[in-house]
């Protein structure tokens, strides 16, 4: 069974910082590519992050400067480093890991930013 999962989460004041984590069970997880995706309440999920099994990132406009997405093939783990957070970052954040044919999801972790 396939597994992502997602932690450190958790209540912030504006302007804090937060470390979330993703753990893949997958058999090769540098095949994969990796992304960060968040959902509001009432909102539609939406991309935050995304780093390839090549490197390459890309990150929401609106986070670009605030945010570092990274893995760590060897630990199967992948990372998103939130910097100077904001009220408007607040949602449920999942993992999402994508390689061929296979899409596999976590859990997902809260992430509340207080004012």
């Known amino acids: 069974q396939v597994q992502l999962v997602e932690s450190g989460g958790g209540l912030v004041q504006a302007g804090g910082s937060l470390r979330l984590s993703c753990t893949a069970s997958?058999?090769?997880?540098?095949?994969?590519?990796v992304g960060w995706y968040r959902q509001a309440p009432g909102k539609q999920r939406e991309l935050v992050a995304q780093?390839?099994?090549?490197?390459?990132?890309k990150y929401r406009d609106s986070v670009k400067g605030r945010f570092t997405i990274s893995r760590d093939n060897a630990e199967k783990m992948a990372y998103l480093q939130m910097n100077s957070l904001r009220p408007e970052d607040t949602g449920v954040y999942y993992c999402?890991?994508?390689?061929?044919?296979?899409?596999?999801w976590g859990q997902g972790t809260q992430v509340t930013v207080s004012s």
């Open positions: 780093i390839t099994a090549g490197g390459s990132t």
């Open positions: 997958v058999s090769i997880f540098s095949a994969y590519s």
């Open positions: 999402n890991a994508r390689w061929l044919s296979n899409d596999y």
